[in-house]
């Protein structure tokens, strides 16, 4: 039996997950319908798109990661939504995730220089010593919303990776509410980097900062278009004239990278390479404390952190879903998917697939094996994988350890993202 159309575009709305991510959905659909057609109805201001196929099962979902030659990063980029105009998708394609064998390897093997077991070692102190200020700092507070404190970490670790100062790390925050929360209306304007605190290379970069949302036509300006990202971009040449020494922003200067191919790589790091963390780090706190025995275990047994950070990113995977597009007629699961169809890949419900994960809806630390999708699969695995464990596992042993009797703030909900991309908190209020 099928499942209504009107409940299977439930998926695509982004105010489908303001109230959480609909696992009961997704497990109604693994059963009755694991490829599935949504369809794309307007949503606000943005217009309606040509629907996709959405895969929900685990092994579908690694099977399309996986298999570039019959869906392509490339085709269509990796987010659901169309891009506007030819240019834009021109502009999205020189970006390493948007990219196929072998265009997407030459690009990925520069940003890996930056993940090196070297570098990561010399990262490490670091971020085990900023994770032990932040929460040495809100500890006699007795109360704090988490939310913004674990964002601190994966902005500050990517600041000091891309040679960013200080005081323009601000900017990295605006940057990423902008591309990653535009379907929210509190964050798709976002313009908190005060001039006054920026350096002189900050303060010329916002003045280039666009003022106008819509195109001349009444469009929603794309937030991942040059244009939507002019002093982001801005900034990026300026500070590749004088890249702090060992940075990733010298080493892609010096890779000969052309102008595109070096925009798109530092929108890689400065927007996708915190934003996972953003979302990560919060989201599992609020799933341990929903699972006070499982928050007793983490406390009694730390040696458990690291596993417990692989339970957690599977229980809240940051990313909701990715875009490929066929590149053939191909068949997938019984369902027969045409050559330009956009085929849509939830992270969301294969972590929760039951034929993988027994008892996928306990929140389990010590699972094991864990063979979740948070970070992809294929040639897309997320190059930052290990970075972004070593934050989590970093901040959450202090967490556990320096705050004890963290719980909730009585009467104070969280509040969700709204999106359907980005599976976030925008407010996590707790007391210790």
């Known amino acids: 039996m099928g499942v209504d159309q009107a409940r299977?575009?439930?998926i695509f709305?982004?105010?489908t997950y303001a109230g959480g991510v609909p696992h009961e959905l997704f497990r109604e659909l693994r059963t009755a319908s694991p490829v599935c057609w949504v369809e794309e109805p307007p949503v606000g201001e943005w217009p309606a798109g040509p629907g996709y196929w959405a895969v929900l099962r685990h092994a579908d979902v690694k099977h399309v990661l996986r298999t570039p030659a019959l869906f392509s990063s490339h085709l269509g980029a990796t987010q659901i939504r169309d891009p506007d105009t030819t240019a834009d998708l021109d502009f999205a394609r020189t970006m390493m995730l948007n990219q196929d064998p072998p265009d997407h390897s030459r690009l990925r093997r520069i940003v890996a220089a930056a993940f090196t077991p070297r570098a990561l070692r010399e990262l490490t102190g670091a971020i085990e010593a900023r994770a032990t200020h932040l929460v040495d700092a809100v500890r006699?507070?007795?109360e704090a919303d988490f939310v913004p404190l674990a964002a601190d970490l994966p902005v500050w670790t990517l600041a000091r990776i891309l040679g960013v100062?200080?005081?323009?790390?601000q900017l990295l925050v605006d940057w990423s509410n902008r591309v990653i929360g535009y379907q929210d209306a509190d964050q798709a304007g976002s313009n908190t980097a005060a001039p006054s605190g920026l350096t002189d290379l900050g303060r010329a970069a916002l003045a280039r900062r666009p003022t106008a949302l819509t195109t001349p036509d009444g469009r929603p300006v794309n937030p991942r278009s040059r244009a939507a990202l002019a002093d982001m971009f801005a900034y990026a040449h300026a500070l590749a004239e004088q890249p702090p020494p060992g940075s990733i922003v010298a080493r892609m200067r010096d890779a000969g990278l052309g102008a595109a191919e070096f925009e798109t790589m530092f929108f890689l790091f400065a927007v996708a390479g915190n934003e996972t963390l953003r979302n990560g780090l919060p989201g599992a706190l609020h799933s341990l404390l929903a699972h006070p025995d499982q928050y007793r275990l983490l406390r009694e047994r730390p040696e458990l952190t690291d596993s417990a950070v692989e339970e957690l990113l599977r229980f809240w995977p940051p990313v909701l879903e990715f875009r490929r597009t066929a590149t053939q007629d191909v068949e997938l699961a019984g369902t027969a998917i045409r050559r330009g169809d956009k085929v849509v890949v939830y992270h969301a419900s294969a972590n929760r697939d039951e034929t993988v994960f027994p008892d996928p809806d306990r929140l389990d630390l010590a699972r094991s094996p864990n063979d979740h999708v948070s970070f992809g699969f294929g040639p897309h695995f997320?190059?930052?994988a290990?970075?972004?464990r070593i934050q989590?596992?970093?901040?959450?042993?202090?967490?556990?350890?320096g705050l004890p009797g963290l719980r909730p703030v009585p009467g104070a909900e969280p509040t969700r993202l709204v999106s359907n991309f980005q599976n976030g908190l925008k407010s996590l209020a707790l007391r210790w």
Not at 165 to 169: A, G, K, L
Not at 392 to 401: G, K, N, P
């Open 8 to 10: 299977v575009n439930r």
């Open 13 to 15: 709305l982004p105010a």
């Open 140 to 142: 006699p507070l007795g």
């Open 165 to 169: 100062p200080d005081q323009d790390r």
């Open 382 to 384: 997320c190059v930052g």
């Open 386 to 388: 290990q970075l972004a």
């Open 392 to 401: 989590m596992s970093a901040l959450l042993r202090r967490i556990v350890a």
